[in-house]
């Protein structure tokens, strides 16, 4: 859920935001949004499974009956409760743009633009007569390439129209600066996640990567032989520029991310590249200094452009654009790339509905004209206020909890207060929406599509994004649209962010008693404030700036307890009873894991004061059980998930987040209030000696 700062550039760009108009509240009141979730149970108790010992496995207690009736859709490579909130919310968003569309739409419009965008994705007749058509003219440029100067020539302009490239760049807050834009040079693009490259326990994989580039490149009209030779040559460098990149498990540590260079420095790690010119005809002129996100990366990455055959790079563009396509041009090509990303690696056995799959580009390029249909149709205000009086409860219970460590000296507390008290906080919808008025969109009847549409929308956020730099950070952005179940902290404006689409069931559900919300969004609202202060949040000061504020005593004992966080983790194995022994990532997911063990815990004290606030009794059986049970219930339901194996080796290689089962109950293993509540003993599974329990915020 954290916001990074690595930019992500295939087909997409950086979002930002035009000022507009708030929403009109016209849609849904209260009492219809409660209606809506009238049939959701605060706790199913049949989604449990009461014959377990919650000493025992808690995770089977609070979700085994789920597990036993619960079926991991074809075309999903996993299942739980986040993808039972985004299938459900994804049904409403399409329900809701559909009725808009239906209506007479102004030409040029945004509401058009929607329904143009929508449309091309659905004009499959379209998109299977014009095959490879709509980007032959760009991969005969790369063709022309001759030169090394030539190709530099081309990086600076693929950089400018969001092409693949072996390096590239985005605009967003100065870590070190964090009210003003600056420019952050960063690795580039390759086809397959480079911890397939960097390890040795998926050669499988890489080897059937190559086999699906020679497969595809043939679709360029290539012989089967060449393009199997072209294939490996393809793989083959791409191994090389993972080899220098920052791996994953390194890759949150802002002292190596964070790297201020002038430019005219960058002729040290780079000496043939010409870094001026390269702005320049990229779009930004007069670049003066800049952040390196990868030293290593960048020092490779100058022999690897000496020494390998200029044919062979080109082979690469080539493929990186080809491929980055695919899903945007005809069917057949779609179902290819389909069948190695979804099939090949995450065991999903069937497409998406396609117009699931309209659904999401038109929710990912104009994001938020969608939201804010979406929001006038199902987010009350009163949704947003209750979700308030949350939050403003888990800050009180973390001041205390801060006040309370043990471990941390008064000097380091004192700006840890400092930067609690200066947390912004978002929740709903922007207050300014974004203006896409001069994006262009075309429709099929008037010759437009899909592939074109999406490639002017990534120019359009590229442009967007470069016309930033240098100037100061616009606070009043948001990272995701409204309709997104998710949230976030990002630490360079210091924020938390919560969209419409996370406050409803299981997370948030007003008919839900005060537990069941603390444990669910509560622990969710816990867990982002917690980012601000894990391995890599903690980096940052109030204001957002990488800066240290910890003693070094203090910052020593914090890493320590970190790496008993790590170790627990380590240990798990999902696959152990499959024969795979591969184990969670406890460094990589670090993170993620120490938000969610302090969400929980300053979770669990808000309820606490809510409770006593309200003069609500702390012992009252709901169902049987008192509110720190449900508490606890809640959170493990939240995370109950279902995986294909091949997706959850994918997750365990690539995803900073540990699998849902262990967030589940991992935090819980050294949560006081759960021994307390579940009375736990020496010989339980889910038992750990007090002094041994982990406890950081």
């Known amino acids: 859920m954290k916001l990074t700062y690595k930019s992500v550039v295939i087909l997409g760009a950086i979002l930002s935001f035009y000022s507009c108009n708030q929403p009109k509240q016209e849609g849904k009141s209260e009492a219809e949004v409660k209606d809506k979730v009238a049939q959701v ?5 049949a989604m449990m499974d009461q014959s377990v010992k919650p000493q025992e496995d808690f995770y089977n207690y609070s979700n085994g009956g789920w597990e036993k009736i619960a079926k991991i859709p074809d075309d999903k490579s996993r299942w739980g409760s986040f993808n039972e909130l985004i299938e459900m919310n994804d049904s409403v968003t399409l329900a809701v743009l559909e009725k808009a569309m239906s209506q007479d739409l102004k030409e040029g419009s945004t509401p058009k633009k929607i329904a143009d965008l929508f449309a091309s994705v659905l004009n499959t007749e379209n998109r299977n007569k014009q095959g490879i058509e709509p980007i032959k003219a760009h991969l005969a440029e790369i063709d022309a390439i001759q030169t090394k100067e030539d ?3 081309y990086l600076a302009k693929a950089q400018k129209e969001s092409y693949g490239s072996p390096l590239g760049y985005y605009v967003y807050a100065d870590m070190n600066n964090s009210s003003m834009n600056t420019i952050y ?3 580039g693009d390759l086809g397959l996640d480079q ?10 994989k890489v080897e059937k990567y190559q086999k699906y580039v020679a497969s595809m490149l043939q679709n360029l009209g290539e012989p089967e032989k060449e393009a199997t030779e072209e294939a490996g040559k393809i793989v083959a460098f791409e191994k090389a520029l993972a080899q220098n990149m920052i791996p994953i498990e390194k890759s949150r540590d802002n002292e190596l991310t964070n790297n201020p260079y002038k430019v005219a420095d960058l002729k040290k790690l780079t000496p043939s590249i010409d870094w001026k010119a390269f702005f320049a005809n990229s779009g930004i002129e007069n670049v003066e200094g800049l952040i390196v996100t990868d030293l290593e990366y960048f020092k490779g990455l100058e022999k690897l452009l000496n020494d390998t055959p200029l044919e062979t790079i080109k082979s690469y563009l080539k493929w990186i ?6 899903g945007l041009l005809n069917m057949e090509l779609e179902q290819q790339k389909f069948d190695f990303y979804s099939k090949e690696l995450r065991g999903v056995k069937e497409m998406r509905p396609i ?10 390029v104009l994001g938020e004209a969608v939201g804010e249909v979406y929001v006038a149709d199902v987010f009350p205000p ?3 206020a209750s979700a308030k009086e949350m939050v403003d409860y888990l800050f009180k219970s973390y001041k205390k909890h801060i006040g309370e460590l043990t471990w941390m000296s008064d000097e380091t507390k004192k700006k840890a207060f400092e930067k609690l008290d200066k947390i912004t906080v978002k929740i709903g919808y922007p207050d300014k929406w974004k203006d896409y008025s001069s994006m262009e969109i075309t429709s099929s009847e008037k010759g437009g599509s899909y592939y074109q549409n999406m490639k002017n929308a990534s120019k359009w956020y590229n442009e967007d994004n470069r016309s930033k730099y240098g100037k100061p950070v616009d606070k009043g952005e948001w990272g995701m649209p409204p309709q997104m179940v998710n949230a976030y902290y990002n630490p360079l404006k210091n924020e938390i962010v919560f969209p419409a689409a996370i406050l409803q069931p299981p997370f948030f559900n007003f008919n839900a008693d005060a537990a069941i919300n603390f444990g669910g969004i509560g622990g969710v609202i816990g867990h982002e404030i917690s980012h601000g202060f894990d391995d890599s949040g903690s980096q940052f000061d109030a204001e957002g700036n990488q800066k240290n504020w910890w003693t070094k005593e203090d910052r020593e004992k914090f890493n320590a307890l970190g790496d008993q966080l790590v170790a627990q983790y380590d240990a798990y194995q999902p696959l152990k009873d499959k024969g795979n022994d591969i184990h969670v990532n406890g460094r990589s997911t670090l993170g993620e894991n120490i938000a969610d063990l302090g969400g929980t815990s300053v979770a669990y004290d808000a309820l606490l004061m809510y409770l006593k606030d309200k003069g609500m009794d702390e012992k009252e059986l709901i169902d049987n059980l008192t509110p720190a049970q449900r508490f606890f219930v809640s959170w493990a339901t939240i995370w109950r998930t279902k995986f294909r194996d091949d997706a959850l080796v994918d997750q365990i290689k690539t995803d900073y987040h540990a699998p849902g089962m262990y967030r589940a109950t991992g935090p819980l293993e050294n949560h006081d209030g759960f021994h307390k509540a579940f009375d736990t003993k020496e010989g339980d599974k889910m038992f750990k000696k007090e002094d041994d329990r982990i406890k950081i915020w």
């Not at 149970?41 to 108790?45: E, G, K, V």
């Not at 654009?321 to 695919?326: E, H, L, M, Y």
Request: no cysteine; charged share 35%; proline share 2%.
């Open 185 to 187: 040079l960063n690795a």
């Open 382 to 384: 009163e949704a947003k």
């Open 41 to 45: 149970p605060a706790l199913d108790m």
């Open 321 to 326: 654009d080809f491929n980055s396509a695919a």
């Open 195 to 204: 911890d397939y490259y960097q390890k040795d326990d998926a050669k499988d």
């Open 355 to 364: 117009k699931k799959r309209a659904l999401s580009a038109v929710s990912g």
């Open 151 to 153: 190709l530099q020539k």
